[in-house]
């Protein structure tokens, strides 16, 4: 099965309002990476972080880290209708790099 | 200025047909590959390759092959296909194997 599990599969919010989504994994990783797309178009990176990171921000952007407990969340602040997208994590184990299942987030305006 | 950009967007084609996506990049990187997502969004590896190493997914059927007339370019080759082949194929590259991906647009396959 694959590296990467996401939750939720789908998460519905109103503008402004905070979006969480979470990616587990199975086995250690060198780094843990988060990626957007919109609906018909190609993924799109957002952030990286490293094994020995605990936690990055970007932006509106907030990624945790936790390697004891394999996962990772990603926090979308103040979410706008432009960020209605599937997100993706992706982790490199050093010898593959495995794409999570994604969340589907709708803001609504 | 389009980094990755493969072409054709859309190709519905019959069943035993031989068809190729093209994929070229300009962002000078080393590392190309080929994803599948299928109809749940789930992206698979097909294919990674840089100038000294191709790394082939096992569970990709021989009828799907990648060429590389050079550094910036990746092809995919499909022959014979098959209705399970319909999806939407992207191409990405990156610096190094599995930094940060760049993806292409996207070509959706529509096998009948």
């Known amino acids: 099965s694959q590296q990467g599990e996401e939750d939720p599969q789908a998460l519905s919010i109103q503008e402004g309002e905070n979006a969480t989504m979470n990616c587990s994994y199975k086995t250690s990783i060198n780094n843990l990476q988060w990626y957007r797309q919109n609906s018909g178009r190609g993924l799109v990176h957002l952030i990286l972080i490293r094994s020995n990171e605990r936690e990055k921000h970007s932006g509106r952007l907030r990624v945790t880290l936790d390697t004891s407990k394999k996962s990772s969340s990603l926090l979308i602040t103040a979410s706008r209708a432009a960020d209605t997208a599937s997100y993706f994590c992706a982790t490199d184990t050093g010898n593959q790099f495995y794409f999570g299942t994604g969340t589907s987030l709708t803001v609504i305006p | ?112």
């Open chain 2, 1 to 112: 200025d389009t980094a990755v950009s493969q072409t054709p967007k859309y190709l519905v084609t019959q069943m035993g047909n031989d068809k190729s996506i093209k994929c070229e990049q300009n962002l000078g990187h080393d590392t190309m590959y080929w994803y599948k997502q299928d109809s749940k969004k789930f992206l698979k590896i097909m294919f990674s390759y840089n100038n000294k190493e191709l790394i082939i997914n096992e569970t990709v059927p021989n009828r799907f092959s990648p060429k590389s007339p050079d550094k910036a370019h990746l092809n995919l080759h499909i022959n014979s296909l098959e209705l399970g082949d319909s999806a939407v194929y992207f191409c990405a590259s990156s610096q190094d194997f599995w930094a940060e991906l760049f993806f292409g647009e996207g070509s959706r396959l529509t096998v009948l």
